[in-house]
C-alpha cells in the first residue's frame, strides 16, 4: 500500500503515538496528538526549507499528495518539544522529552540523561545507575521528581540510583545547570528534573496506552518480561482528572569480572624502618605485585514495581488543586561468586617472577609463609556474596496553584521516603595455607591468568569454611513545604517580583547487625572432617568465564565450587538481629528553611535582553546520632551543627537575532551538604593494623561559584546549534584525609571526610547540534536527522597526588572529553535509530588499595532502536543494548595494573506498544 509509505505530510499529527511516546514510551502510529503537548496546528504544505508540517497517518496519505512535503513525525515534535524548553528556559537548560526517552533503548532514567551534554553515566552490572553533572559527583546533584526531593537508596549517601525509577511515567527530563533563586539548593554540579505525566495534559477525555516486551541477555540467556499500562480520564465536565499508570519488570542481570583488588609495592625488609620496597629490575623504583586477584560472577534477578497517580481538579481557569504519588520497589535478589587468591603474607618467588612495563609484574608466583597470621597465609577462598537487596521509595504531594490577575500564588506540602534493605550473606570455604599460586598477566588484557596447586571444582584442601550474616538497614525520609507569590507587571521593565519559603526536615538512619560463625579445621585439624562435611554441599558453577580470547588468553579457571544457602544452612547461619552493631549504627537529622526573593527583567537595548536575579538564603541545623569507644565502653554521642548560606544568582539572556540567535550567561552560588555518612559520628578500627575510619559531624558543604557564557542559534523548531563556556570555582571541599588518634591509650592512623583548604577549578566547553534534514528535497534523507553533543572539562587546584610519584592527580569523576552521537529515521510506518555514547578515562579515588589512584578507563557504547506501525493504533520495536558487547575497565594508574574488566553482554529487547 504506498500510501503508508510515502514522504509526504498532512495538516495533523499522531496522536497515538505521541500519547504512547510521551506517556510511556509505548508510542504506536503517528495520528493525533500526544497527551501533554497541545495538537499540532493546522497549516498548508510549505516549501522544505520553511516550518515543516506534520506527518500523515497510513490510511491519510495518498499518491498524489505533493512530494515535496516533509514529514514531522512523533520523534521531531518530541525534539520541537524539548527544544522549546530549552529556548524558553529562564537559565541554561537541556530537556529531553518523552518520545525521545520512549523510541531510544534507554531503559531507565539514568540512561537517558546520557545523552544530555555534560552528563556521564555510571552503571552498575551494565544498568545506568548513577550520573555526573559537568564532572561533578553524583552526591553533589540534585534530582527532583516533580519538584519533591528524590532520595538515595544506597546507604548514607545523597546520590539517586536510576535503576529502579521507570521510564515510562515520564514526561520530560531536564538538567538545569545554572540555578535561579527559587530553585532548592544543593545541585552543585546541576538540578536534574524528573516531570511525570498529568491528566490535563492531553486534549482528549481518556485514553488507555500500554506496552508488553521481553528482554534477552545475551549473557545469562535468560528472557524476562515487562509490561507497562497507563490510563487517564476527565470527570465532571473536564474540570477533575485523573491519571494512574504502573510497570513491572523482571530482569536477571548478569556480568563477569577478572579482577585484581590492588595493586601494592612489598616491603622488602620489614626489619628496616620505612617502605624497602621490592626492585627486581633494580631501576631503582619500587615494583609492584598484585592484591587479591580474583574471578567474579555477578547474578543479580531483580523484581521492579512500579506506580504512579495523580488528581487533579481545575474548576476555573487559574486554580489547581492536585494531589499525587510515586512509588518504585527493586527486589533484588544477589548471587555473586567470587574465586580469590588471598596474598598480603605470602613470600614473593623471586627467580620465577618476571618485571613488565611500569614497573609492574607480568608473571609472579607466590609461596606460603607458615610464620605469618593465619589471616595472612596464602589461600584460596571459593566466596559467594547471597541474600536479598530491597530498594523502596516513595512520595506524595498535594498543593494548590492560583492565579489571578497579576498575582499567582503556588503551595506544596510533600513527604517523601526512601530504605533499602540489605539481608547481606557472606558464604566462604577456604583453602588455607596451600603451597603454591602462580598469577600471570602476560596476555593482551593484563588480566590475571590464575593457577592453582588444586582443582578448584573439587573439595580439595578445603579446611576451614564460615557464614557471615550482617544486614544492614537505611532508611531516608524527608517531609517538606513551600509557597512561591510572583506580581508580575510591576514596572514596564521588571516583569515579576517573586518570593517564597522553603521548610525541609530530613532525617538518615543506618542500622548494621553482625554475627559470624566459622568452622575452622586449619587451626583446629579434628574438626576437618565437619569442614569437609560442609563444603560437599556446594555446587558445581563451569558458566564459561568471558568468552574464550575475551581476557587475552585461552584456559584458566573457567568454573569453581560455590557455596549457596544449603551450605549456610549446614555451618548454621546466625541470628544477627538484637544489639546492633553500635559503632557503625547512626542518625543523622537536617532542617533547612530557606527564603527567596527574584525579579525578572526586560530591557530593549536595541537587542532584547532579560534575565533573573535574587538570592536565596537558606538556614541549616544538623543534629548527628551515634556511639563512640572511649576508655574501653562504647558510648551514645550527639553532635549538633548549624550554618546559614547566602547564595545569589544573575541569569541573562540576549535575544541577538530575536528566536534565532540567543546569548546565555549566569553567574551563580551553589553548595552541596555532605552526605549523611560523612556526618555521622560512626567509628571503626583496625586493632592489628592501628587503622580506623570515621565520620565527622563538624563538615561544611561544598560551595561553588559557576558562570556560563554560550550562544544557541536555533535553525527552526527542530534544530539548533550551540555552543557554552562554563567554569565552576569549587570551594571548602572535602576530602579524606588520616591523622593520628588515641583511643584507650593507643594512637591508630584514623581516615575521615574534612573541609581541605584546597579551591578546584573546573573550566570547560559544551557544543551541541540537532539537525533535522527536513530541509532536503531528496526522498530518505528529508526523514532523517542527527543529534551530537561534546564536552571538554579541564580542572586545576586539586591537591591529589600519586602516592608514589607525587604527580598530580585530576578532579575524581570528571572525564576530559566525553560525546554522545544519535542519528535517526522515520517515516509513516518505519523509524530508526541509533546512539553512541562516550567518555574518557577519569579518577574514581586518590588513595586505593595499595595507595594507587585508581581510574576508571575511556568506555563506550552501541545502543539502536526500530520500529513499525502496524496501525494507528498498535506497534511493534525491537531494541538493542550495547550491541558492540564492550568490555568495561579499570586500572591502578597504568593498563599494565588493571584492576578490573567487566563484561555485561548486549540486551535486546523486543514488543508491542499500543494505544485506545
Same mark, same amino acid.
Given at each position: 500500500?504506498?500510501?503508508?509509505?510515502?514522504? !509526504?505530510?498532512r495538516?495533523?499529527?499522531?496522536?497515538v503515538a505521541?500519547?504512547?511516546?510521551?506517556?510511556?514510551?509505548?508510542?504506536?502510529?503517528q495520528?493525533?496528538?500526544?497527551?501533554?503537548?497541545?495538537?499540532?496546528?493546522?497549516?498548508?504544505?510549505?516549501?522544505?526549507a520553511?516550518?515543516?508540517?506534520? +506527518?500523515?497517518?497510513?490510511?491519510?496519505?495518498?499518491?498524489?499528495?505533493?512530494?515535496?512535503?516533509?514529514?514531522?513525525?512523533?520523534?521531531?515534535?518530541?525534539?520541537?518539544?524539548?527544544?522549546?524548553?530549552?529556548?524558553?528556559?529562564?537559565?541554561?537548560?537541556?530537556a529531553?522529552?518523552?518520545?525521545?526517552?520512549?523510541?531510544? #533503548?534507554?531503559?531507565?532514567?539514568?540512561?537517558?540523561?546520557?545523552?544530555?551534554?555534560?552528563?556521564?553515566?555510571?552503571?552498575?552490572?551494565?544498568?545506568?545507575?548513577?550520573?555526573?553533572?559537568?564532572?561533578?559527583?553524583?552526591?553533589?546533584?540534585?534530582?527532583?521528581?516533580?519538584?519533591?526531593?528524590?532520595?538515595?537508596?544506597?546507604?548514607?549517601?545523597?546520590?539517586?540510583?536510576?535503576r529502579?525509577?521507570?521510564?515510562?511515567?515520564?514526561?520530560?527530563? &531536564?538538567?538545569?545547570?545554572?540555578?535561579?533563586?527559587?530553585?532548592?539548593?544543593?545541585?552543585?554540579?546541576?538540578?536534574?528534573?524528573?516531570?511525570?505525566?498529568?491528566?490535563?495534559?492531553?486534549?482528549?477525555?481518556?485514553?488507555?496506552?500500554?506496552?508488553?516486551?521481553?528482554?534477552?541477555t545475551?549473557?545469562?540467556?535468560?528472557?524476562?518480561?515487562? $509490561?507497562?499500562?497507563?490510563?487517564?480520564?476527565?470527570?465532571?465536565?473536564?474540570?477533575?482528572?485523573?491519571?494512574?499508570?504502573?510497570?513491572?519488570?523482571r530482569?536477571?542481570?548478569?556480568?563477569?569480572?577478572?579482577?585484581?583488588?590492588?595493586?601494592?609495592?612489598?616491603?622488602? +625488609?620489614?626489619?628496616?624502618?620505612?617502605?624497602?620496597?621490592?626492585?627486581?629490575? +633494580?631501576?631503582?623504583?619500587?615494583?609492584?605485585? #598484585?592484591?587479591?586477584?580474583?574471578?567474579?560472577v555477578?547474578?543479580?534477578?531483580?523484581?521492579r514495581?512500579?506506580?504512579?497517580?495523580?488528581?487533579?481538579?481545575? #474548576?476555573?481557569?487559574?486554580?489547581?488543586?492536585?494531589?499525587?504519588?510515586?512509588?518504585?520497589?527493586?527486589?533484588?535478589?544477589?548471587?555473586?561468586?567470587?574465586l580469590q587468591?588471598t596474598?598480603?603474607?605470602?613470600?614473593?618467588?623471586?627467580?620465577?617472577?618476571r618485571?613488565?612495563?611500569?614497573?609492574? !609484574?607480568?608473571?609472579?608466583?607466590?609461596?606460603?609463609?607458615?610464620?605469618?597470621?593465619?589471616?595472612?597465609?596464602?589461600?584460596?577462598?571459593?566466596?559467594?556474596?547471597?541474600?536479598?537487596?530491597?530498594?523502596?521509595?516513595?512520595?506524595?504531594?498535594?498543593?494548590?496553584?492560583?492565579?489571578?490577575?497579576?498575582?499567582?500564588?503556588?503551595?506544596?506540602?510533600?513527604?517523601?521516603?526512601?530504605?533499602?534493605?540489605?539481608?547481606?550473606?557472606?558464604?566462604?570455604?577456604?583453602?588455607?595455607?596451600?603451597?603454591r599460586?602462580? !598469577?600471570?598477566?602476560?596476555?593482551?588484557?593484563?588480566?590475571?591468568?590464575?593457577?592453582?596447586?588444586?582443582?578448584?571444582?573439587?573439595?580439595?584442601?578445603?579446611?576451614s569454611?564460615?557464614?557471615?550474616?550482617?544486614?544492614?538497614?537505611?532508611?531516608?525520609?524527608?517531609?517538606?513545604?513551600?509557597?512561591?507569590?510572583?506580581?508580575?507587571?510591576?514596572?514596564?521593565?521588571l516583569?515579576?517580583?517573586?518570593?517564597?519559603?522553603?521548610?525541609?526536615?530530613? *532525617?538518615?538512619?543506618?542500622?548494621?547487625f553482625?554475627?559470624?560463625? *566459622?568452622?575452622?579445621?586449619?587451626?583446629t585439624?579434628?574438626?576437618?572432617?565437619?569442614?569437609?562435611?560442609?563444603?560437599?554441599?556446594?555446587?558445581?558453577?563451569?558458566?564459561?568465564?568471558?568468552?574464550?580470547?575475551?581476557?587475552?588468553?585461552?584456559?584458566?579457571?573457567?568454573?569453581?565450587?560455590?557455596?549457596?544457602?544449603?551450605?549456610?544452612?549446614?555451618?548454621?547461619?546466625?541470628?544477627?538481629?538484637?544489639?546492633?552493631?553500635?559503632l +557503625?549504627?547512626?542518625k543523622?537529622?537536617?532542617r533547612?528553611?530557606?527564603?527567596?526573593?527574584?525579579?525578572?527583567?526586560?530591557?530593549?537595548?536595541?537587542?532584547? %535582553?532579560?534575565?533573573t536575579?535574587?538570592?536565596?538564603? %537558606?538556614?541549616?541545623?544538623?543534629?548527628?546520632?551515634?556511639?563512640?569507644? @572511649?576508655?574501653?565502653?562504647?558510648?551514645?554521642?550527639?553532635?549538633?551543627?548549624?550554618?546559614?548560606?547566602?547564595?545569589?544568582?544573575?541569569? !541573562?539572556?540576549?535575544?541577538?537575532?530575536?528566536?534565532k540567535?540567543?546569548?546565555?550567561?549566569?553567574?551563580?552560588?551553589?553548595?552541596?551538604?555532605?552526605?549523611?555518612?560523612?556526618?555521622?559520628?560512626? $567509628?571503626?578500627?583496625?586493632? %592489628?593494623?592501628?587503622?580506623?575510619?570515621?565520620?565527622?559531624? &563538624?563538615l @561544611?558543604?561544598?560551595?561553588?561559584? @559557576?558562570?556560563?557564557?554560550?550562544?544557541?542559534?536555533?535553525?527552526?523548531?527542530?534544530?539548533?546549534?550551540?555552543?557554552?563556556?562554563?567554569?565552576?570555582?569549587?570551594?571548602?571541599f572535602?576530602?579524606?584525609?588520616? @591523622?593520628?588518634?588515641?583511643?584507650?591509650?593507643?594512637?591508630?592512623a584514623?581516615?575521615l571526610?574534612?573541609?581541605?583548604a584546597?579551591?578546584?577549578?573546573?573550566?570547560?566547553?559544551?557544543?551541541?547540534?540537532?539537525?533535522?534534514?527536513?530541509?532536503?528535497?531528496? #526522498?530518505?534523507?528529508?526523514?532523517?536527522?542527527?543529534?551530537?553533543?561534546?564536552?571538554?572539562?579541564?580542572?586545576?587546584?586539586?591537591?591529589?597526588?600519586?602516592?608514589?610519584?607525587?604527580?598530580?592527580?585530576?578532579?575524581?569523576?570528571?572525564?576530559r572529553?566525553?560525546?554522545?552521537?544519535?542519528?535517526?529515521?522515520?517515516?509513516?510506518?518505519?523509524?530508526?535509530?541509533?546512539?553512541?555514547?562516550?567518555?574518557?578515562?577519569?579518577?574514581?579515588?586518590?588513595?586505593?588499595?595499595?595507595?594507587?589512584?585508581?581510574f576508571?578507563?575511556?568506555?563506550?557504547?552501541?545502543?539502536?532502536?526500530?520500529?513499525?506501525?502496524?496501525?494507528p493504533?498498535?506497534?511493534?520495536?525491537?531494541?538493542?543494548?550495547?550491541?558492540?558487547?564492550?568490555?568495561?575497565?579499570e586500572?591502578?594508574?597504568?593498563?599494565y595494573?588493571?584492576?578490573?574488566?567487566?563484561?555485561?553482554?548486549?540486551?535486546?529487547?523486543?514488543?508491542?506498544?499500543?494505544?485506545?
Open positions: 500500500m504506498k500510501a503508508s509509505v510515502a514522504v !509526504v505530510a495538516t495533523t499529527v499522531s496522536s505521541l500519547s504512547m511516546m510521551l506517556t510511556i514510551g509505548v508510542a504506536a502510529a495520528t493525533q496528538p500526544a497527551p501533554g503537548q497541545l495538537p499540532a496546528p493546522v497549516q498548508q504544505p510549505v516549501p522544505p520553511q516550518t515543516p508540517v506534520t +506527518n500523515p497517518s497510513p490510511a491519510e496519505a495518498s499518491d498524489d499528495t505533493p512530494t515535496n512535503e516533509i514529514i514531522v513525525t512523533g520523534i521531531r515534535n518530541s525534539l520541537a518539544n524539548a527544544l522549546s524548553a530549552k529556548r524558553d528556559a529562564a537559565q541554561l537548560l537541556d529531553i522529552s518523552a518520545e525521545d526517552i520512549g523510541r531510544f #533503548p534507554d531503559k531507565n532514567i539514568g540512561e537517558a540523561l546520557q545523552r544530555v551534554t555534560g552528563v556521564q553515566l555510571t552503571r552498575t552490572n551494565g544498568e545506568g545507575s548513577g550520573i555526573t553533572i559537568r564532572g561533578a559527583d553524583a552526591n553533589l546533584n540534585r534530582v527532583e521528581v516533580n519538584g519533591i526531593t528524590a532520595l538515595s537508596t544506597t546507604a548514607g549517601q545523597r546520590d539517586v540510583d536510576f529502579d525509577l521507570p521510564v515510562e511515567f515520564v514526561n520530560r527530563l &531536564e538538567v538545569v545547570k545554572s540555578v535561579t533563586p527559587d530553585m532548592t539548593e544543593g545541585g552543585l554540579g546541576g538540578t536534574v528534573r524528573v516531570i511525570t505525566r498529568r491528566p490535563f495534559d492531553s486534549k482528549d477525555n481518556s485514553f488507555l496506552a500500554g506496552s508488553a516486551q521481553g528482554i534477552y545475551d549473557i545469562s540467556k535468560t528472557f524476562d518480561p515487562k $509490561f507497562a499500562l497507563i490510563g487517564s480520564k476527565k470527570f465532571f465536565n473536564d474540570t477533575l482528572g485523573v491519571l494512574l499508570s504502573g510497570t513491572y519488570e530482569r536477571r542481570v548478569e556480568s563477569h569480572e577478572a579482577r585484581t583488588t590492588g595493586w601494592r609495592q612489598i616491603d622488602g +625488609n620489614p626489619a628496616l624502618a620505612g617502605l624497602q620496597a621490592i626492585d627486581l629490575d +633494580n631501576n631503582g623504583r619500587g615494583d609492584f605485585f #598484585p592484591d587479591i586477584p580474583r574471578y567474579i555477578n547474578r543479580l534477578d531483580t523484581k514495581y512500579a506506580f504512579n497517580g495523580v488528581v487533579e481538579w481545575r #474548576p476555573e481557569d487559574g486554580l489547581r488543586a492536585y494531589v499525587q504519588g510515586n512509588y518504585a520497589r527493586g527486589d533484588q535478589e544477589v548471587n555473586s561468586q567470587y587468591i596474598t598480603a603474607g605470602s613470600t614473593l618467588d623471586r627467580a620465577n617472577t618485571i613488565g612495563p611500569d614497573d609492574t !609484574v607480568s608473571h609472579v608466583e607466590f609461596v606460603d609463609n607458615p610464620a605469618v597470621a593465619r589471616s595472612s597465609r596464602l589461600q584460596v577462598s571459593h566466596r559467594n556474596i547471597l541474600g536479598q537487596i530491597d530498594r523502596t521509595q516513595w512520595n506524595a504531594a498535594g498543593g494548590v496553584d492560583y492565579e489571578v490577575g497579576d498575582w499567582k500564588l503556588n503551595t506544596m506540602t510533600s513527604y517523601t521516603r526512601a530504605k533499602i534493605n540489605n539481608n547481606y550473606i557472606n558464604a566462604t570455604a577456604d583453602a588455607i595455607g596451600i603451597g599460586v602462580i !598469577v600471570d598477566y602476560s596476555n593482551g588484557q593484563q588480566a590475571p591468568n590464575i593457577t592453582l596447586p588444586m582443582d578448584p571444582t573439587t573439595t580439595a584442601g578445603i579446611n569454611v564460615t557464614a557471615q550474616y550482617r544486614p544492614v538497614i537505611n532508611v531516608q525520609t524527608e517531609a517538606a513545604t513551600k509557597g512561591d507569590i510572583e506580581y508580575r507587571g510591576a514596572a514596564p521593565w516583569t515579576s517580583l517573586k518570593a517564597g519559603y522553603q521548610i525541609r526536615q530530613g *532525617t538518615a538512619d543506618s542500622r548494621e553482625n554475627a559470624t560463625t *566459622t568452622i575452622d579445621g586449619f587451626t585439624p579434628s574438626l576437618l572432617g565437619r569442614v569437609q562435611q560442609v563444603a560437599g554441599l556446594m555446587t558445581l558453577d563451569d558458566t564459561p568465564f568471558f568468552k574464550t580470547g575475551d581476557l587475552g588468553y585461552d584456559g584458566g579457571i573457567r568454573g569453581w565450587l560455590q557455596p549457596g544457602y544449603a551450605f549456610v544452612d549446614s555451618i548454621g547461619l546466625p541470628n544477627p538481629f538484637g544489639t546492633p552493631t553500635l +557503625n549504627t547512626w543523622v537529622s537536617e533547612n528553611i530557606a527564603g527567596y526573593a527574584q525579579g525578572s527583567f526586560e530591557f530593549d537595548l536595541g537587542v532584547k %535582553v532579560r534575565g536575579v535574587g538570592a536565596r538564603v %537558606v538556614n541549616t541545623r544538623t543534629i548527628a546520632d551515634g556511639y563512640r569507644t @572511649q576508655t574501653g565502653r562504647t558510648l551514645p554521642v550527639q553532635f549538633r551543627g548549624e550554618g546559614t548560606e547566602f547564595l545569589p544568582s544573575l541569569n !541573562v539572556r540576549a535575544d541577538l537575532i530575536p528566536e540567535l540567543l546569548f546565555r550567561g549566569s553567574a551563580t552560588e551553589v553548595i552541596a551538604r555532605p552526605t549523611p555518612q560523612q556526618l555521622a559520628p560512626r $567509628f571503626s578500627i583496625d586493632v %592489628v593494623g592501628l587503622t580506623g575510619s570515621r565520620g565527622n559531624p &563538624e @561544611q558543604p561544598f560551595r561553588a561559584r @559557576q558562570y556560563d557564557a554560550g550562544f544557541e542559534y536555533y535553525i527552526n523548531r527542530t534544530s539548533f546549534l550551540s555552543a557554552t563556556y562554563f567554569r565552576k570555582e569549587i570551594s571548602s572535602i576530602e579524606n584525609r588520616t @591523622q593520628a588518634e588515641v583511643v584507650d591509650g593507643v594512637t591508630y584514623i581516615t571526610p574534612v573541609n581541605g584546597q579551591r578546584v577549578t573546573i573550566n570547560g566547553a559544551e557544543v551541541g547540534a540537532q539537525v533535522a534534514f527536513d530541509f532536503l528535497n531528496v #526522498p530518505v534523507l528529508n526523514h532523517m536527522g542527527v543529534i551530537a553533543n561534546y564536552t571538554y572539562s579541564k580542572d586545576t587546584g586539586y591537591a591529589g597526588r600519586d602516592f608514589f610519584t607525587g604527580g598530580a592527580l585530576p578532579f575524581p569523576g570528571l572525564s572529553h566525553s560525546y554522545n552521537l544519535s542519528a535517526y529515521y522515520e517515516d509513516s510506518l518505519f523509524s530508526l535509530r541509533g546512539s553512541y555514547n562516550w567518555r574518557s578515562n577519569y579518577l574514581i579515588t586518590a588513595l586505593g588499595r595499595g595507595n594507587n589512584p585508581e576508571g578507563e575511556a568506555f563506550g557504547q552501541l545502543d539502536a532502536s526500530a520500529s513499525i506501525n502496524l496501525t493504533k498498535v506497534s511493534i520495536f525491537a531494541e538493542g543494548v550495547n550491541l558492540t558487547d564492550a568490555t568495561r575497565a586500572n591502578a594508574n597504568s593498563v595494573r588493571r584492576t578490573l574488566l567487566e563484561t555485561y553482554g548486549r540486551r535486546f529487547y523486543g514488543g508491542v506498544r499500543f494505544r485506545f
